[in-house]
């Protein structure tokens, strides 16, 4: 993100943390300028900062032209026919991203914004007196670990454009140059292990700071370092790409590693399974806070996901992740309803979503049924492909109420395992984050269209302000739905 609006966005997220949000008591600072915290931190500035970078972070994700709908509708599991603004249709759906628009233009400037933040508060963590060793250690790796989710965002968006990483230098110094996708991919997983590592030598210390609700077990050196942990997993098996021409796969045996040292809960003798244990995403209805606007009355389902949907073992119900978060849309003598773009005959749908059932729903992060579905993957291709069927089964039967998988270990190909992924993929993860547009990406399989006239846009270009600070930048020649 070019500098000077750096400036003025960071100063802002500073200026507002005394309002109230996802439930955190946030000290008035009377507006402390950036210089404070860096130069002259007191345990209240730095605390109240590194709260604010969970404030931001949540920023983006849960709006209609936020992570969740937008790639949820460029992956074709959502539709969004807001008649106040076609783009959702003409834009995301028909034509390539257009990167002076708010949507296209999208996740880059809030990101840079918190990185930046971040490595404010790396600078003045060590100038606060009240801090012991433990309290300094937990914050830096809090603050690497938000760095690199920031960085995550960044590039499952962007992906093949890259992205600036040597990015911490004062306002006005020159621009760091833009890196590859597999060298932003290196710098995440440099990030997390050294996030991991402070964490770890934090010695189980609680944070100084406030978490929201959302990190609910997560609040600690020791518990936090196991959600940095998922973290790294996902990025490993993210790491290189199936796609053709693709010069790098993905580290299969670092996700495996991460993962047991993760927060994961497969057990097979459990009594029950939370599939949804992790952080999340949390809204309320507080004054200064914000709402989750996925509860929408024109975000639809796509019509794939009911007709692509197996049967349970009785033969007549759908899956019951489907049945869990998709509903069908009824008439008021109970028939069903079809609702029509207004814009494109071609798209149409009888069904919505109840993913989110009220407007304060929370929005996961990353769950325990997501690291176990990275876990078969893993498995997989590091050559345990029995329990990596095992893996898939044990999500497939107890969260889809789905009959067994019927892959033979010693016969199945890479590619009809990577079909049975995709699907327990496409229904745990339904609506969560745009798992679906990621996936078909990096396993390069083709990205579905409703009709021959729209657009395969499988990125996000750079945006217009970082290329207009940026003459001549390659990167910005990259178009969305370029090959």
Request: net charge negative; charged share 20%.
């Amino acid at each position: 993100m070019h500098t000077k609006q750096l400036a003025f966005v960071v100063a802002g997220i500073l200026s507002s943390l005394a309002l109230s949000a996802c439930s955190l008591d946030i000290p008035d600072l009377n507006n402390p300028g950036l210089d404070q915290v860096q130069d002259t931190p007191t345990a209240a500035s730095i605390n109240t900062a590194a709260t604010g970078l969970i404030i931001g972070d949540r920023g983006g994700k849960s709006a209609t032209t936020g992570t969740v709908n937008q790639l949820g509708i460029l992956g074709r599991e959502a539709y969004d026919f807001e008649s106040a603004d076609v783009r959702f249709v003409s834009e995301l759906l028909q034509a390539n991203l257009s990167k002076a628009s708010p949507f296209g233009g999208s996740f880059w400037a809030g990101q840079y914004t918190i990185i930046r933040l971040a490595n404010i508060i790396l600078k003045g963590a060590d100038k606060v007196p009240e801090f012991n060793d433990d309290n300094k250690s937990a914050l830096k790796g809090f603050a690497h670990t938000m760095i690199a989710m920031e960085f995550i965002t960044i590039i499952i968006t962007h992906d093949s454009t890259g992205a600036p990483i040597d990015v911490d230098h004062p306002l006005g110094d020159p621009l760091g140059p833009f890196v590859s996708k597999d060298a932003v991919y290196t710098e995440i997983a440099r990030l997390l292990d050294l996030g991991f590592d402070e964490l770890t030598a934090a010695k189980k210390s609680a944070f100084t700071f406030a978490l929201s609700p959302g990190y609910t077990g997560f609040t600690n050196a020791d518990t936090y370092a196991q959600f940095n942990r998922a973290l790294k997993a996902k990025i490993a098996c993210y790491q290189g790409s199936f796609a053709s021409g693709s010069a790098k796969t993905p580290n299969y045996q670092a996700a495996l590693d991460a993962i047991g040292k993760s927060f994961i809960s497969d057990s097979r003798t459990a009594m029950t399974i939370n599939f949804d244990l992790g952080p999340s995403h949390v809204y309320s209805l507080g004054s200064g806070d914000v709402q989750n606007g996925l509860v929408n009355p024109n975000i639809y389902a796509h019509p794939s996901l009911e007709t692509d949907a197996q049967k349970q073992t009785d033969g007549t119900s759908l899956d019951a992740r489907y049945l869990a978060k998709v509903d069908k849309l009824l008439n008021a003598d109970k028939t069903v309803k079809t609702i029509t773009s207004m814009t494109d005959p071609a798209l149409k749908t009888t069904i919505k979503f109840k993913r989110y059932p009220t407007n304060i729903s929370p929005v996961p992060i990353i769950r325990n049924e997501e690291l176990m579905l990275y876990k078969a993957e893993a498995l997989w291709f590091t050559g345990d492909k029995a329990g990596a069927i095992d893996e898939l089964n044990f999500v497939r039967t107890k969260s889809g109420k789905l009959p067994v998988l019927t892959l033979d270990p010693a016969t199945a190909t890479d590619a009809e395992f990577l079909d049975a992924l995709l699907y327990e993929r496409r229904y745990s993860l339904l609506f969560e984050g745009g798992h679906r547009w990621i996936d078909l990406r990096r396993f390069g399989r083709e990205l579905p269209v409703d009709a021959p006239n729209h657009t395969r846009n499988v990125r996000f270009p750079v945006p217009q302000a970082e290329c207009d600070a940026r003459p001549g930048e390659p990167a910005c020649m990259i178009t969305s739905s370029q090959p």
